[in-house]
């Protein structure tokens, strides 16, 4: 702005020939600026340059054509032939899985019932969602009513508060009380779900208070339902998590109580997934609780008495992964909304609300304590809402939770419940004429009963009782409130989730792979088993986020922040786990396994710079000697990758260990639109890394001082300042910096998945702004008529339809992981599955510290010796607990996952080595160097051994199917 707010341009509106008028003291700046503009434009002829070839090259590579002969090194670069087949052919018995057909359809298809249900939403009466209920008294006449009521607390770990706070504050209270009250009468029941607070708990208290838990929980009184370390989220989480969780809380249970959990009770995520009932299926429970449904879906089923049904997955043509599953059908799971359809009749009968309390009921009629004079009355109208929720059931048998967040925290609490209670089902039992017999129980009396009454073995379908298959997403408790925004809230935490996951999942394996040589080699005493204690506090951390109101976001803010520590805590463990385990694996002669005692650990170069820009990131300084990086691959199939690294000389090359030259990219490190980094470069090296494998590679100053020659991996030219809102023609853009987001684009221009893919990232900056929300909208020519597929936690694909009778926010779904078009599968194509992988576990990168170093030394390490088959997955390979928690067993759990996949969506030339065998694996032969010393198929959480141990090591996994095996190596 020019003084006195004069223009820096002028004109005369007189006469339309003359030209500007432009002051002497703008001719510099013009200049300056026309020059920029320049310098610019010729920039962007070259990204334009660089991105044509690149599209030749890759629809001629696609085309099955000659690619195009290498450039020179000013231009665009061509790698050589790979020298073997880059993808082997599928077996056609591997693509038969997709094409479906086996077994019958269910019962109840969740997509075709919500096309059918109005989602009309009228009012139902005292029960608002849902109908009057009516019945006959002589019903029960020839088969009694059997009610069992299941008293619970339902327990956060960290909501409104901390999971410390919550433990301090309520918790530990009332597991406290829960030992002395249920001792006061063997006819008192309780059950428990989250294993983070147990677990706390356990350590501290005596050890007869234990002994009398151990009682309580032999005798039924006290039972463990699901036994997760949380009741996790069933939408954001993936299934690795979800599985590693249900882990941790069934290990320890086995360990320190000696029980095995029966039964799933998941009352309060937003929300459930088909993955859920796979997981507690081949965990070995035979029933489970949900709650949280849509109200529409549970009026429906309430109508039709498919509350209760065996939930089947979608895949399964022989009803093996059937579970029974329990849906409650009203509001809440509090006691107001699960004694039967009127809360203000069983919020009478909640006696924490007794007339006194904190607490008193919203409906305006409290409760009245049971004594004598009022039992008769008080009995019968308890009664009769019992029998107006059996009537939306196909059995009589009833489940009454008696609960809610927190509750039974006071001993007043428990006497005020269980011994009004007792006073109401005593007169009930005696009264013959009701037809009707009340008891406390616990979740599994509930569901043995019900096998009992319907003359099954538990697990198997009871006679006439529906299947069903899908999923109960999106959830909406009243009204128009569908609870959809929890998908991305917090999406920094979600993120971080992720890289958690990928850490521990190599650490994980690492140190099992570095474990068992290293006691075979009798090196246990150099080898750090003390890391072991932070991979078992990794798993908690990332378990106790599983929490329906931790990944989900959904928690206070101070809360969330506590996560936040705990997750950044783990991660920087994880990483002194994995290089440890890294670099003892280097130092090993890679045929031998023979580690040289006198050879010294590796330390990591943990050189940082001082710009704020790059808080997490490791830059290598260089110098005339030569720097090492151990690069993990944590996948099971061998990949070729472009490793990035940073470092503060353009003067580098970098070399593989046997000394050749590798192909590398040189950029400019940018903070900003139009800022270098200072005295930070980013060097992009191609590398091909084993599976499961540690690859050494030298980083060398060049002897000239001269910068490595300009070959590129993947276009990624000057950074693109673009302030404007409008589109922006895509091949012109690289990075585009808007107010708060800054989009890169990057097209790599490499053999293999990342060649295959477009590369978008996004990194938003909100710091500035309270509860904003950004959307970033992908538009395709795709014509779908409505109908989509997305992912369930990364395991499985489920179709959906845009349902224009539901409002918007109702139409929006979880994508954990991926998202497909209309075309009539509901399975990926292995290119997808691959890349998913790619994405969700990148190369992990460790700079060496150079005064450690003994550079003869360093081997690459390839533990497989071969490459797994393309639709296989290592989960994981995770070492078990010792006796000390603090310590690793001798014993590993090797959990494989067999992707099912669709054939005719592959493309040519997909870039990985490797093929499927029709599920067949051989284990005996899988690690180099190691023996499988035993083999033992167990359940999925290894509660349960699966038939008996084997000589065998063949194994076959149907696709879809997720196998553990307890394993010794050495």
């Keep these: 702005m020019g003084p006195a707010g004069a223009p820096l341009l002028s004109t005369s509106t007189s006469d339309p020939h003359r030209g500007i008028c432009v002051p002497q003291s703008q001719i510099s700046v013009l200049q300056n600026r026309i020059e920029q503009l320049e310098q610019l434009l010729e920039e962007n002829h070259e990204i334009i340059s660089h991105i044509k070839d690149s599209v030749l090259e890759l629809t001629a590579h696609a085309e099955g054509q000659p690619a195009l002969p290498p450039h020179t090194p000013n231009g665009s670069w061509v790698l050589p032939p790979e020298s073997r087949p880059s993808f082997l052919s599928v077996s056609p018995q591997d693509c038969q899985f997709a094409l479906g057909g086996k077994g019958q359809s269910p019962d109840l298809q969740m997509l075709a019932i919500y096309s059918l249900l109005p989602f009309d939403n009228q009012d139902g009466g005292v029960w608002k969602q849902g109908f009057d209920i009516t019945y006959e008294p002589n019903e029960w006449d020839t088969e009694p009513l059997q009610v069992f009521v299941v008293p619970h607390s339902h327990n956060d770990p960290g909501w409104i508060k901390t999971f410390d706070k919550y433990y301090y504050d309520q918790t530990q209270h009332i597991l406290n009380s829960m030992v002395l009250k249920m001792q006061e009468d063997p006819r008192r029941r309780f059950i428990w779900s989250e294993i983070s607070f147990f677990s706390k708990w356990w350590d501290n208290i005596s050890a007869q208070k234990r002994a009398a838990v151990r009682r309580l929980v032999g005798n039924g009184q006290l039972e463990m339902v699901t036994g997760g370390w949380v009741m996790p989220d069933e939408a954001n989480s993936h299934y690795f998590a979800m599985i590693d969780q249900l882990i941790e809380g069934h290990q320890w249970l086995e360990k320190n109580i000696g029980v095995t959990p029966r039964s799933g009770w998941a009352v309060d995520p937003f929300g459930h997934s088909s993955t859920m009932p796979y997981l507690l299926k081949r965990s070995n429970l035979t029933g489970m609780l949900i709650q949280r449904v849509h109200y529409a879906i549970k009026k429906h089923f309430a109508a039709t008495q498919n509350l209760e049904f065996m939930w089947r997955q979608t895949w399964d043509p022989d009803a093996s992964t059937d579970i029974f599953c329990h849906m409650m059908p009203f509001y809440s799971y509090d006691v107001p909304h699960t004694c039967g359809p009127d809360p203000k009749i069983c919020c009478q009968f909640d006696f924490k609300r007794l007339p006194g309390g904190r607490i008193n009921c919203p409906w305006k009629v409290p409760p009245r304590a049971i004594t004598d004079n009022n039992v008769a009355e008080r009995a019968q109208l308890l009664l009769d809402q019992y029998r107006k929720k059996s009537k939306l059931y196909r059995s009589k048998v009833l489940l009454v939770p008696l609960g809610d967040d927190f509750r039974y925290d006071k001993p007043q609490e428990w006497d005020a419940q269980f011994l009004n209670y007792q006073r109401l089902f005593d007169f009930l039992n005696s009264q013959p004429n009701l037809h009707v017999q009340v008891q406390f129980g616990t979740l599994s009396d509930y569901f043995d009963a019900l096998y009992k009454k319907l003359g099954i073995v538990p697990g198997m379908k009871p006679p006439g009782f529906p299947v069903l298959s899908g999923d109960f997403f999106s959830y909406a408790d009243r009204e128009d409130h569908y609870w959809t925004g929890y998908y991305t809230s917090r999406p920094f935490y979600k993120s971080l989730d992720r890289v958690l996951e990928a850490h521990l999942r190599g650490a994980e394996i690492l140190f099992s792979l570095a474990l068992a040589p290293a006691r075979r080699a009798g090196a246990d005493g150099k080898y750090p088993l003390s890391d072991y204690a932070l991979l078992s506090n990794a798993r908690r951390n990332l378990g106790l986020f599983q929490h329906h109101d931790a990944i989900t976001g959904t928690a206070k803010e101070a809360v969330a922040v506590d996560y936040g520590v705990r997750l950044l805590h783990s991660l920087t463990n994880l990483k002194r786990v994995i290089i440890n385990a890294a670099h003892y694996l280097v130092l090993w002669n890679k045929d031998t396994y023979h580690h040289d005692p006198a050879a010294p650990f590796l330390g990591m170069d943990d050189t940082r710079p001082s710009q704020d820009s790059l808080p997490d990131k490791t830059v290598v ?314 083999l033992q198929p167990t359940s999925l959480t290894l509660m349960y051994p699966l038939g008996t141990a084997s000589n065998s090591t063949n194994i076959h996994l149907d696709p879809m199917e997720i196998s553990t095996f307890r394993i010794h190596l050495g």
Excluded at 840 to 853: D, G, H, R, S, T
């Design 621 to 934: 300084k260089l110098d005339t000697s030569p720097r090492f990086l151990v690069v993990f691959n944590p996948l099971e199939q061998e990949r070729l990758s472009v490793v990035p690294v940073l470092v503060d000389s353009p003067h580098v090359r970098v070399l593989s260990e046997e000394g050749k030259p590798l192909p590398i990219q040189l950029s400019a490190h940018w903070g900003s639109a139009t800022d270098m980094v200072p005295d930070v470069y980013q060097v992009s090296v191609l590398a091909r890394l084993p599976a499961l494998g540690l690859r050494v590679l030298q980083l060398h100053r060049s002897p000239d001082g001269r910068p490595a020659a300009s070959t590129r991996l993947y276009l990624h030219g000057r950074d693109v300042p673009v302030r404007r809102q409008e589109p922006v023609p895509p091949h012109l853009l690289v990075a585009s910096y808007y107010q708060h987001v800054q989009t890169v684009v990057r097209l790599y221009n490499v053999p293999g998945v990342e060649g295959l893919s477009l590369d978008v990232s996004c990194v938003v900056d909100i710091r500035d702004h309270i509860n904003k929300e950004l959307a970033l909208r992908f538009t395709t020519d795709i014509e779908s008529d409505d109908a989509f597929f997305t992912d369930l936690n990364g395991f499985q694909i489920q179709p959906r339809r845009y349902q224009r009778k539901l409002p918007l926010q109702a139409n929006f779904y979880p994508i954990p992981a991926m998202v497909q078009d209309s075309r009539p599968i509901s399975f990926p194509s292995l290119l997808s599955h691959i890349t998913s992988m790619h994405l969700n576990a990148e190369a992990l990168v460790m700079p060496v510290a150079q005064e450690k170093l003994v550079p003869p030394a360093l081997r690459s390490f390839v533990p497989l010796s071969n490459t797994l088959p393309c639709d296989f997955h290592i989960l994981n390979l995770r070492t078990l607990q010792a006796e000390d928690d603090s310590l690793p067993s001798a014993e590993a759990a090797l959990i494989l996952h067999r992707k099912g996949f669709d054939c005719s969506l592959e493309a040519k030339n997909l870039g990985f080595n490797c093929t499927t065998s029709q599920g067949k694996l051989a284990l005996g032969s899988l690690f180099r160097g190691l023996e499988l010393g035993s």
